[in-house]
């Protein structure tokens, strides 16, 4: 209904060929409130229905032009009209007039001399009609639009579930990128999705990740191609997207130009057109680009956009939560490490060693092989100390740990500072002919490093006594067995004059 309702009950068109008749009844009309319009013949009336469409007709059939029945079916066949309700006001009084008036569309058929209250009813109860089909229209349209933002809002939280659920797996960012690419071009229906990964070598972003249908080749040749590509920022659409930290969407990138759109040439044998891109960043920084290409032209889509932009958002978060993780692992290890490394020497701590023999104790025991545990002390170190002073003597010991670290080469032989200058070296599965040959070649490399010792009294430079112990371990012993062995066999090195090897014997 158009806006002369405010003013009037409504907007009314009386169409009859008689003056008389068509002054009385738009006076009558009036008076009852209602905006009427008046014509004269059928082609005045068409024109004016034209001019200013009525919320309803009161048609007569006899007319000299075109008849009523023929106007009501004009009025019928267009869009604009059809709804218009249409009441014939005629003298024509057969049963035929009137079926044939209902079978042009007519909504009523009311005979001439007609009764004035009769009319009126009729036109309103008509108005009511159209009024109350109007609401329901409109309702409908309502709950039409109410059903797709539900679909629509029903889809993207699919699509963000499926998401959080495929990145929440994915091992890395690779993996995360392929499996959100996928889903978000079947979700969404694109041809061609990509993502761009910032590369710190040459300072731009390089092709990482894509998704497209492998069977086809052109889109193939395509990826294939883009793999040679690098933007840099501010530059081309990916550089566009890098510097605005803004997502782009261009209806038809075939016909950007190359300074807009590299790959321009590229993508016209594809087929390719619409593509939006959407940047994923941390902390303001944009580290990944993700492009999704349509072959059909889409216009401008913010819903769309919106929903891709909170999968971005997700992605960032598992990248955020990834660094998070990687840099505690890393943490974590230097930790470990520091907790396990002796501070002057920088070889493994008692705190190390302990743990370690441990382990070998019942690894070697479950094996049935031989542990080895040399015990090596500095002699005269006290000496040593008081005569060059501390510095000199903490140099000693880092020259010396070095020197016994060198002549161990197996991953699993231990050398570790056991405290003050004693040190420790644990050797699985090596039994007394390779502890021997262990010993000689640390007591080798101390001599050849020759450390300046003027107040030894057995040298003039650094020596080492060692003890040596070995043993299978049995359910019957327990670590402390092997140490307190090879501690034995070193105070016998040192009371036989020490810069030499004693070996624990069993029977002693
Ligand atoms: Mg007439």
Redesign the pocket.
Known sequence: MNSTLTKYKANLLVV???PD?LRVLSAILSQEGYKVRKAISAKSALNTIKLERPDLILL?????DID?YRVCSILKESQETRDIPVIFL??LDKTDNMVKGFEVGGVDYITKPFQLEDVLVRIKHHLTIVKQSQELFEHNQLLIKEIQQRKQIESKLKLLLTTINLVSKAPNLNHAFADVLSEVCQMIGCDYGEGWIFNENDQGFKLGQTYYDASDQVLKLFHNLSLDYSFSYGVKLIGKVWENKQPEWIEDISQLDEDQFSRVKLIQNTGLKTVFAVPIFIEEKVIAIMCFFLRSAISYNPEMLELVNAVALELSGFIERKQTEEALKQANKELLRLANLDGLTEIANRRCFDESIEQEWWRMKRDKLPLTLLLGDIDYFKLYNDYYGHQAGDECLRRVAKAMTESCHRPADLVARYGGEEFAILLPNTDLEGAIYITKKIQTAIERIAIPHQCSYISTQITLSIGIASMIPTNETLPEAIIAAADQALYRAKSQGRNTYCIYNNDE
């Open positions: 009859d060929d008689n008749n007569d059939i006899k007319m000299p009523g005629s003298a």
